[in-house]
């Protein structure tokens, strides 16, 4: 190929000296440049054929050299042109990250222009459907739960946890799950464990079910010190079914007067509202 001639260490090509005015321009470069005749301040210059980009021919043809496996509007199939080759799991993850951080729908790595970017960005990229792209999202998810997971294990502080049920738009309904605790350097963390679909009825037996079995998927459930709920009649109940399971596993302080631990939004809230 003629660029791999070009990028060859071949005393033959090195550092060619370029003269406007000389019939001895044997170097393979100019297949790709342009001379420009010099201006008035005698300087040569030539212009690349794909990109257009302008360099100093005076002294010969090492930059113009340099700048043929960088450019990406020339056609020439040679392994040795353009970029690195693709790390095609890589940019699967990054793409999967992005997803993530932005709340993109799947169907974005669908997208037209969205390929097409990938595209003009790297000639060897290969599209992923939604079905890959989501894939690849609960792989993450997957990996950054053992992490945290393992995390959450090894420290030897207590976990305060927060519980409340949210509504979508269509009423179904829904139980988060934040764990609070103190790290080994006293940081503070805050870390959601779960935001989990739970279909009616809500009665507070039911989600005390629900969160034992998130704490034994965690590995805490002989960790929690307190659980802050909001006032309502559900999780009366609620904090009563996990104080019993605790005290089965004797893993309850002070024999349960510390768990349940009222949220005092709501009613501040209520009271700003009269």
Not at 18 to 35: A, L, T
Not at 102 to 111: D, G, I, L, Q
Not at 204 to 227: C, D, Q
């Amino acid at each position: 190929m003629l660029l791999r001639q070009i990028m060859s260490t071949n005393p033959e090509f090195e550092d060619e000296v370029s003269s406007f005015n000389s019939s001895k321009d044997h170097s393979i470069v100019w297949n790709y440049f342009e001379k420009i005749q010099p201006g008035q301040d005698g300087i040569k210059k030539a212009s690349c054929n794909g990109c257009g980009k302008v360099f100093k021919a005076n002294k010969g043809t090492t930059t113009m050299k340099r700048h043929l496996p960088k450019c990406f509007y020339i056609n020439e199939p040679d392994p040795l042109r353009k970029r690195a080759p693709l790390d095609q799991a890589m940019y699967r993850e990054k793409l999967a990250y992005s997803i993530i951080k932005h709340n993109y729908p799947f169907s974005y790595v669908e997208h037209e222009g969205t390929r097409d970017l990938h595209k003009f960005l790297h000639r060897d990229v290969t599209p992923i459907t939604r079905n890959t792209a989501k894939a690849d999202v609960l792989k993450i998810y997957d990996r950054e739960k053992t992490k945290l997971k393992e995390k959450l294990q090894k420290i030897t502080s207590r976990i305060c946890l927060t519980t409340d049920l949210w509504s979508s738009i269509t009423t179904d309904g829904y139980m988060a799950l934040t764990a609070h605790y103190i790290d080994d350097s006293w940081v503070l963390r805050k870390k959601i464990l779960n935001f989990k679909v739970i279909p009616p009825p809500h009665s507070g037996k039911l989600l005390a079910e629900y969160l034992v079995n998130l704490l034994g998927n965690w590995g805490i459930e002989k960790k929690v010190f307190t659980i802050t709920v909001d006032n309502a009649k559900y999780n009366d109940v609620l904090v009563d079914c996990l104080n019993s399971h605790f005290r089965l596993n004797r893993v309850l302080l002070c024999d349960g007067d510390c768990t349940h631990v009222r949220c005092c939004a709501h009613p501040l809230k209520r009271f700003e509202s009269r």
